[in-house]
């Protein structure tokens, strides 16, 4: 028998039942870790920390959620907050520089490589943070735009030409 | 012409369904364990039990101070055998218990906490 998030949460909520939490962990953590595992490109380690960290957090602050939004969308949001927080710490990422493009960002126009088919993950490392993250969560992980700017806590515009944006990239460097 | 900017993802576009397809499975490999050892006791019910007992030692508290002296009255006049005790104290007699009762279920609390 599968019980719904909602029954889990609420047996969480009501005894603190660390099974119930371990079922919604054992949903999610393909989710949470693989969105985290293409934020720190591919750091397998990393990702996996900030992951654990996420979903201790979430275990902490579960009485906080109302159930306005989808159990995944608010798990989403603490687990990119995880990230910003560690990023910050590793120095990686100021206040603001989210959408700043990668050191190592170009949307390569070159003719030499315009027809060279990329593989996607490589190509996706040519896009900002802010793009790939929302593109990772609308594609990858099926949310809508909305909950996509929940999650990142920007605006609804932003995400779109986010996506927008990361696309044409994709498309310059993809062969499809 | 459609709008490219669109509320959902389509699948239609080859980009789109590349996209969709790319996200894949991560086993769980222990990360499940991990997280559950490194879970905290779990607060909310204990904020919610210091949260009912506070307000119950305040509530009990207050208003057994208030009734303390017509008690303090009728305890002096039954050790004069001026009278009984009154069945109408009743209710008070019944907070400074529960005053007391909400003591000891706050000692309790704060070992089994410590435990």
């Not at chain 1, 599968?2 to 962990?25: M, T």
């Not at chain 2, 790319?22 to 769980?28: P, Q, R, W």
């Amino acid at each position: 028998m599968s019980f719904s998030d909602a029954d889990l949460i609420s047996r969480v909520l009501l005894v603190g039942d660390q099974n119930a939490y371990g079922e919604l962990v054992r949903r999610y953590q393909s989710a949470i870790r693989g969105f985290l595992l293409k934020l720190v490109r591919g750091d397998a380690y990393l990702a996996d920390d900030i992951a654990q960290e996420a979903f201790v957090k979430a275990w902490e602050k579960l009485d906080t959620f109302r159930g306005e939004a989808r159990f995944q969308t608010w798990l989403f949001g603490i687990a990119f907050n995880a990230f910003r927080q560690n990023a910050r710490r590793r120095k990686e990422l100021s206040l603001d520089d989210l959408d700043e493009p990668p050191p190592e960002a170009e949307c390569s126009d070159s003719t030499e490589q315009s027809n060279l088919r990329l593989d996607l993950a490589q190509a996706m490392e040519s896009l900002t943070r802010a793009e790939r993250a929302a593109i990772i969560l609308c594609y990858h992980n099926g949310l809508t735009h909305e909950e996509a700017a929940q999650v990142l806590d920007v605006p609804l515009g932003t995400v779109k030409t986010n996506i927008l944006r990361g696309k044409e990239k994709l498309k310059a460097q993809l062969v499809l | 012409m459609t709008n490219p900017i669109q509320d959902t993802p389509e699948s239609s576009n080859p980009l789109d369904k590349l996209l969709s397809e790319s996200g894949e499975y991560i086993a769980d490999n222990g990360f499940c364990a991990r997280v559950i050892a490194a879970l905290p006791p779990h607060r909310q019910r204990r904020s919610w039990r210091a949260a009912l007992l506070g307000c119950t030692l305040i509530l009990c508290g207050c208003l057994a101070v208030r009734a303390l002296p017509s008690l303090l009255t009728t305890l002096g006049a039954a050790r004069f055998g001026l009278g009984t005790l009154n069945i109408g104290f009743l209710p008070a007699w019944i907070l400074v218990i529960a005053t007391i009762g909400s003591l000891v279920w706050g000692a309790l609390a704060l070992t089994t906490e410590q435990e």
